[in-house]
């Protein structure tokens, strides 16, 4: 929207002669929301090596299916989930 916001969605269709999504806000099931590519972001594991203790990143507000920006204060909690290394548990600030 126009204060520039991120929300939990799901993907339910991509459209590839428009390079567009449909996607659900998980607190609004009632409608789909078409929106280009390049405004929809896969959510990481954490695999990929971005949070790193001080490093910025969008968090989901706690008890929110919104995302802010904040810095990772302390380094991650890593477990294996099925023989990937995935994020168990991160230490945000948010701005």
């Known amino acids: 929207d126009e ?3 991120w929300i939990l969605a799901s993907v339910q269709r991509f459209y ?3 390079e567009t999504y449909d996607v659900q806000d998980e ?3 009632s409608k789909l929301i078409r929106l280009p590519w390049s405004h929809v972001m ?3 594991t954490g695999a990929e090596g971005c949070f ?3 490093a910025d990143c969008m968090a989901i507000f706690p008890e929110t299916t919104s995302f802010y920006k904040a810095k990772v204060s ?3 909690i890593w477990k294996l989930d099925h ?3 995935t994020v168990k548990e ?3 600030k948010f701005e």
């Open 16 to 18: 590839a002669d428009t």
């Open 74 to 76: 302390k380094s991650p």
């Open 90 to 92: 991160i230490i945000v």
């Open 42 to 44: 896969r959510l990481s």
């Open 27 to 29: 607190d609004d099931t």
């Open 52 to 54: 790193q203790k001080g």
């Open 83 to 85: 023989g990937v290394p």
């Open 3 to 5: 204060n520039g916001s």
